[in-house]
């Protein structure tokens, strides 16, 4: 395996990995082209010619059904409200199990539930206890605590391997040094973990963005992007579909990228700082 | 010191609050639902169980759970087959540590784009008139376009496969990582062949790792409602697409009854995986 020279199987497994991935990312492109589909182009190939009319219909004619913007301003803040929450609920959880405490076992076996329990089931929970308390389901309430149950398990996991990998000896280093627990973790714990805190991010961020199931019976009146994206297949025969899909796909694109970028522009800056 | 004792305690409550009322007290709501009666209308609080029996006695039920097994067994033998692989290549193939981490990203990306999507992008693949069908007409293969690509159980699989593979990559990747290559390097002065490697020192020590991507992908299969609803077209059942028809009916303790016996049935295959398999190490 780690012999210099490649056998059979590096070249077999090479093949495998490039269908996988063209398995993976085939499909999104052919959408990515036929929404360049000219005006009277249809939902397959052939190409009849090229044009921007779907994404100008898309973004600047109103359509026969759906709110394209107010949709994806919704899914915008519900992305971040979650996004926050998911960021500071799980540091401080991660904080938490770093020690023993009562009920520590519990808590943890719940979290890992919310990842195992079907997101149908959360969408009917929430939905008929919002229902039995007399309580009006809204994006922002009853469908940001349906996406919290899906991003917070993924966050706690993601800060257990951080904290599995933490060195303690810089924090007790900082306390020698006479560092208050609160100047401890600001600056010292707080930069090493950021990185990740902003993975943890990431992950809240999208998986709300997109997601469907657990928003389904959560969302009140109004629709959510992903909520809006369905309704539009059973409505909608033009390509106009593929322009959404093209859009909000580059949206979640760059999302991915920045956040990526600011990772390794993170790590580079204290490999710097480390090597000075 | 007093701080020091409880701050785990005010660490954990937000956690605690929040799965508190957006999971146990949902799944308590659906528990007593369940137990309640309904009419064309509204539901009302009662203690019956019919819900429970007339899920239990209809031969659709049987067929539907039957048929949401089937998609389970199949896409988690395909993940699985698929993700093993492409972990192990990843793992054990790629030396550098940068195309590791790019090639591993370039798996993981898809998986932060939105599932509706993904599945409307195999429209123009599958379709009556999509590229899968043109090109075999042309190449003489057919000729006629094959129905059975889209709106069918192949399509539904292929979806599942699509969206879920990444679940199986990522937990596997990791178990693989985490495996001392002087074992691999010992198994072979020993005189194992690749084959002997694989079966005694790999896939013994990546069980860890299957079983966690095992948990993802059957949990998320058998509570699937919208790829099969997508993809076949409203020609298959699941278990969560029945449970969808019910709620848009309004039969809410219907729906309730059939979720208590899929989350039963989920935790009996979880239960199972992990008495096969100890995961706990991986935490």
Partial sequence: MNSEKR???FY????????????????LTTIFILSFQGPNGGLTFPMNGTSLRWFQNLLFEQQAVGDFGGAFSRSLVLGLMTMLTTVVVSLLAGLAFRRRFVGSGPLFYLTIASLIVPSILISLGIGLAFNVFGLEPAWYSSAFGAHLTWTLPFGLLIMFAVFNRFNPAYEEAARDLGA?????????VLPIILPSLIGVGLFGFTLSYDEFARTLMTSGSFNTLPLEIYGMTTNVTTPVLYALGTVTTVFSMAVI???LATIAVLRKRRARRIAG | MTLSRIAPYLQATPLTAI????LVLPIATIVMVSFWDYDSIQIFPAFVFTNYEETISSPVTWNTYLNTLKYTVIVWAVTLVIGFWVAYY??????????QMVLFLVCTIPFLTSNIIRMISWIPFLGRNGLLNQTLMTMGVIDQPLEFLLFSDFAVVLAMVHLYTLFMVTPIFNTLMRIDRALIEAARDAGANAWQILTNVIIPLAKPGIAIGSIFVVTLVMGDFIT????????????????????????????????????????????????IVNIRREL
């Fill in chain 1, 7 to 9: 056998g059979p199987g």
């Fill in chain 1, 12 to 27: 077999v497994l090479t093949a495998f990995f490039v269908l996988f991935v063209l398995f993976l990312y085939g499909p």
């Fill in chain 1, 180 to 188: 208050s627990p609160w100047q401890t973790f600001a600056h010292v």
């Fill in chain 1, 257 to 259: 990228l920045v956040a």
């Fill in chain 2, 19 to 22: 799965l508190a009322a957006f």
């Fill in chain 2, 90 to 99: 990843l793992a054990f193939h790629i030396r550098s540590a940068t195309a």
């Fill in chain 2, 228 to 275: 099969v609803r997508f993809m076949s077209g409203g020609q298959s059942a699941s278990v969560g697409l029945m449970m969808a028809n019910q709620i848009a009916l309004l039969q809410y303790p219907a729906a309730a009854a059939n979720a208590v016996i899929l989350l039963i049935l989920v935790l009996l295959l979880v239960g199972g995986i992990l008495r």
